[in-house]
């Protein structure tokens, strides 16, 4: 069989580019429909105000509402791996502070907690190594494959803290310690923003950095926090029904014997 034929002809769309040259490939314009649309860095479609589509039906949280009262045992911990959608499990003699279960920092062993932001319901608790946060908190909608709230922290008033920060802002990411708070808004859905790309690259770099100064070590601590709620991929994941075990696919308790 001879190949196809495609030919342009009067009244077909005209849909094409024009390229600087075939090296570089530097778009120079671009028409659609034989009108054009882009010329020389300029867009030249009209921008159309829809009201982005988005859902956040749960209320704000209190401290009184991730605490852990200590069951007795030690619990089991998510251990977080840098690149690496792939966790491991560790078990851990809890700090206690008042016989409830608290962030550790001098064993990395941070508290992280799931909140459901379709529905109202208790936030999920539990515990992960590796992010290597000295101080404050972040939170995120963009947690796969629900993309509820996710959050990870030294204390529970920052933690908190930056779950309502992300309530109020109907998603997006956010970073705080104490008074201080660096925020990234993504409203539509929790996950994107209507903003030009630049500047929400530069409000992700900044909110990015401000992690890396509150002691993270992470490549992406971001993108790694949002698979952490990934109930598919091994070993300990958590929702915000618990933590739950991918080999034994079920869910299984904080505390162990």
């Known amino acids: 069989m001879s190949p196809a034929v495609r030919l342009l002809r009067a009244g077909d769309p005209a849909d094409f580019v024009v390229l600087k040259d075939l090296e570089s490939f530097d778009v120079l314009q671009t028409y659609i429909d034989g009108k054009i ?30 605490l852990v009262p200590f069951k007795g045992g030690k619990i089991q911990v998510i251990v977080a791996k840098d690149g690496d959608l792939l966790t491991g499990k560790t078990i851990e003699k809890p700090l206690l502070k008042d016989n409830h279960v608290i962030s550790d920092i001098s064993k990395d062993m941070l508290k992280i907690v799931v909140v459901n932001r379709y529905v109202e319901s208790n936030p999920s608790v539990g515990f992960i190594k590796n992010f290597k946060l000295k101080s404050g908190a972040m939170a995120g909608s963009i947690a796969h494959d629900s993309h509820n709230i996710i959050a990870i922290g030294t204390k529970d008033s920052d933690i ?12 997006g990411i956010v970073a705080c310690k104490d008074d201080k708070i660096v925020e990234l808004k993504l409203d539509v859905a929790g996950l994107m923003s209507t903003e030009q790309a630049e500047v929400i690259a530069e409000k992700y770099q900044r909110v990015n950095a401000f992690v890396k100064e ?13 698979f952490m709620a990934l109930l598919v991929i091994p070993d300990l994941k958590i929702g915000d029904k618990g933590l739950f075990d991918v080999s034994k696919f079920e869910f299984t308790s904080l505390f162990v014997e």
Do not use: H, W, Y
């Open 214 to 226: 509150l002691g993270s070590e992470l490549t992406a601590p971001f993108m790694t926090m949002a």
């Open 160 to 171: 908190v803290k930056a779950i309502n920060r992300l309530i109020d802002n109907k998603g």
């Open 37 to 66: 649309v882009f010329d020389n860095g300029q867009v030249l479609i009209n921008p159309i105000n829809e009201n982005p589509i988005n859902k956040f039906s749960c209320n704000k949280i209190s401290e009184k509402d991730i």
